[in-house]
């Protein structure tokens, strides 16, 4: 295998030995010529697979026409890619960044200056056990992951953690602590494991913040841009929130963030309060207005539902009954396998028979193709994985 050596690049990440060079639709090849097949799409980043025949015209021209101008200028395209996010979500006004992190930052900072304009100088926001909302020092303290947070502290304060789908713990936070503003969770949570809210559960928080007159802040950077076969994750529960922090699969693969704000909070920033050099430049806004034109012309939704479920379908006959699994989760092609044991080694092992995939959560296997995938495909990645956990869990111990 001819892996770079790479003394300059900084070791932030554990990598497998595998450089990629290419890719076509759900396929990739590494710089040997070996190819796989993409069960990861980057983290949910490569909605549209790879040279998509129609993102790489558009994305061509504009790069030839204006990559960047800056926010000292209107962007029409920002406007453009806007009113849509405003269409499928029924929210009302939207602030462009370059990434998850940055979009959960504008959020939290939504949060806070929501509080301040209320007279709560000390304003508080409640997040959940085994959250992921990014590696910012504001974004790390609302993670729950004391991995994420190792070294880092001091935390940033002014956050009361419950855990997820356990309502009476929220309504004691609620009767014991007056300057919570917000609540700020993943409507699935991704890094976590692909654990779901229950609607039920998002349903009765909805309640709870227009009782209280909190926001709800829903983290869709991962859940949203079609991956569970709607839109955006939350409208399976018929709810909306009053702030979506969006980014990976909103451009194909072209950095973007997005925060989708409704009535409660699209006036909060006034100008001065939040800005961004590359936030809404020309050529991430060109990405994610043909990335939900192509998953609207070439009915993406439908197939992330349709795939997805035959995928959960095959994954849980195939394992069923196998000891050391514990579960197959998730909805539309956001899929979770929990085993009993840490399973990192599979990574590799995956690779090795033709397969990306990402192990989240020690033990959770996690599927998160581009929403073009197809029937055989899907059946592909079955063939592949369903004997390689079966291996793996008979020659490891739990
Ligand atoms: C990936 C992710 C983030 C962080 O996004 P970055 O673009 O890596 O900063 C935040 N929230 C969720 C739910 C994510 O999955």
């Not at 993406?300 to 009954?321: D, F, I, K, P, R």
Request: proline residues 6%.
């Amino acid at each position: 295998m001819s892996v770079p050596v790479e003394p300059h690049v900084m070791k932030t990440y554990g990598r497998l030995p595998i450089a990629l060079s290419h890719g076509q639709g759900c396929r990739v090849w590494d710089t040997d010529g070996r190819v796989y097949l993409d069960g990861l799409g980057g983290i949910a980043v490569n909605t549209l697979g790879h040279a998509h025949p129609k993102l790489v015209p558009a994305l061509q021209e504009q790069v030839a026409k204006l990559i960047h101008c800056c926010n000292y200028y209107h962007v029409p395209l920002q406007e453009q890619l806007a009113a849509k996010l405003v269409a499928l979500s029924g929210l009302s006004n939207v602030f462009f960044c370059n990434s998850g992190l940055e979009a959960n930052e504008a959020a939290l900072k939504l949060a806070r200056k929501f509080g301040h304009d209320k007279g709560i100088d000390r304003p508080e926001v409640i997040v959940y056990e085994k959250a992921f909302h990014g590696r910012s020092i504001a974004t790390l303290s609302a993670t729950g992951n004391p991995k994420v947070q190792a070294g880092f502290g001091p935390l940033v304060e002014g956050f009361v953690r419950v855990p997820l789908n356990d309502m009476e713990a929220m309504e004691r936070v609620a009767a014991e602590r007056p300057h919570v503003v917000a609540v700020f969770l993943e409507t699935i949570q991704g890094e976590g494991g692909i654990n779901a809210a229950r609607w039920e559960y998002l349903r009765d928080v909805r309640a709870l913040c227009d009782a209280k007159g909190w926001l709800l802040m829903l983290d869709e950077v991962q859940c949203g841009i079609g991956r569970t076969g709607k839109w955006f994750a939350h409208q399976w529960a018929d709810i909306q929130p009053d702030v979506m922090p969006l980014a990976k699969g909103l451009g194909s693969g072209v950095p973007i963030g997005a925060v989708v704000c409704g009535p409660k909070a699209a006036t909060i920033f006034q100008p001065g309060n939040h800005g961004t050099t590359f936030g809404g430049n020309p050529l991430s806004m060109r990405a994610g207005i043909e990335t939900l034109r192509i998953m609207e012309e070439d009915g993406l939704l439908y197939n992330a539902a349709t795939v997805g479920t035959q995928l959960m379908a095959a994954l849980s006959e195939g394992l069923v009954n196998v000891p050391g699994v514990l579960e197959v989760r998730g909805y539309g092609l956001m899929i979770g396998i929990e085993l009993d044991r840490p399973c990192g080694e599979l990574l590799l092992q995956a690779a090795n028979a033709g397969l990306l995939l990402s192990v989240t959560a020690d033990r959770v296997i996690r599927l998160v193709p581009p929403l073009i995938i197809s029937s055989e495909e899907a059946a592909e990645i079955v063939a592949i994985l369903v004997p390689l956990i079966k291996e793996f869990l008979s020659e490891s111990a739990a």
